[in-house]
């Protein structure tokens, strides 16, 4: 009988009893996409999505479905890319954008002085310093300085620090709150040449990298988690975690630039402002990793937490109007913050409501449901901020305080 050799049945066949071939043919059956119905209950999220979908695949045929045709490849891809944009955007903005000379220009110091007409800056120099009142250990530093000036070797003794300290003092008051044009037309182009550099104080840049670090976490743990939570019930209970704590960290790092630069003056404010976000940001990363705020029914509760945290921001934002009314930089980058949260709190409500699958379900099963969206909803609200973050920068280093 066909049955006794195996070869018709397929129990026979799958349990690979000749060479390899019933093996790759149970593997191509294990691995197939399967339908809502069929998924274990950890993996049922979406009842209006119906096909191709991933369940309980091994580690090495998970990572490799990202090339692959299922319901979650533009999840993963959408955000991705997005990571990769702001990859590039953070590089950008670290060669790029600064405009402000940090204190490794003082290594040029001497080779601006080899150039320069010594004896009339030696003589504007030293009168000014004996304007200055008696500090310690003063004359010591000026017939070092004396010394510097006519020999062009910048003694270890005389520190850098001092160097700044000694040739900002020595400069007109009205210097230190001018710009460059105006210390360019208003001494000669030797010393412009030599102090110029010195005046400018770094615009600080940590607040805008942190939101920038924030997104990037948000998106690659996004795209993480869509890509290997069907490996495991363990697997995607560690991996939905890590993607709501990459949200709760993109929405309070999106308040660092605005609250930081706004307030940069005031340091009080900026301080409780900063201290607020950043508290509630930690609370909601540990509300995100409770189990029960994983369950599809709690959904919507979770879209609420997100969108209220966002909205906490208004407060910030309100007041740099009500103090900043009469600029135009704060007008615009408000602008740009409506327009963040408009795309925020626009994918919040799809991600909850979940249209358009809702209205036809199976329709959207490979692309256009709800989720995607979200997504792409989710990188241009980021990057409507960056663009905001670069106005801020621009303002302060005009402004300043």
Known sequence: MASEGGESSPIGAFSGGKGGKGRRMWKKVK???VEYHALPSYLKDNEYILRYYRAEWPVKQTLLSIFSLHNETLNVWTHLIGFFLF?????????????????????????VLKKADLQKIQSEIVACLRSLPQLPNFQRLKAELRSSLTSMD???????????????????????????????SATSDDVSNMIAPLLV?????????AFLGGAMFCLLAS????????????????????????????????FYPPVYYSFMCDPFICNVYLGFITILGVAMIAVSLLPVFQSPEFRPIRAGLYFGMGISGVVPVLHK???????????????YEV????????????????????????????????????????????YTHYQAGLLYLKWRDHERC
């Open 321 to 335: 109007l009500v103090v900043f009314w009469n600029q135009p930089e704060a007008l615009h980058t408000t602008g």
């Open 339 to 382: 327009l963040m949260g408009v795309l925020y709190g626009l994918g919040a409500l799809v991600y909850a409501t979940r249209i358009p699958e809702r209205w036809m379900p199976g329709k959207f099963d490979i692309a256009g449901h709800s989720h995607q969206l979200f997504h792409v909803l989710v990188v241009a609200g980021a």
């Open 223 to 254: 795209s993480a988690c869509h890509l290997l939570s069907c490996h495991s019930r363990r697997l995607s209970y560690i991996m939905l975690r890590l993607d709501y704590a990459g949200i709760a960290a993109l929405i309070s790092t999106s």
């Open 154 to 184: 910048m003694r270890p003794s005389l520190s850098r620090w001092k160097q700044v300290q000694l040739f900002s003092t020595c400069l007109p008051h009205r210097f230190g709150q001018a710009d460059n044009a105006s210390i360019m």
């Open 31 to 33: 691995y197939q996409l």
């Open 87 to 111: 990859l590039s955007l953070t590089i950008y903005t670290a060669t790029k954008v600064p405009r402000v000379v940090d204190m490794h220009s003082l290594q040029h110091l001497p080779d």
């Open 201 to 209: 104080q770094p615009i600080p840049l940590w607040p805008f990298f």
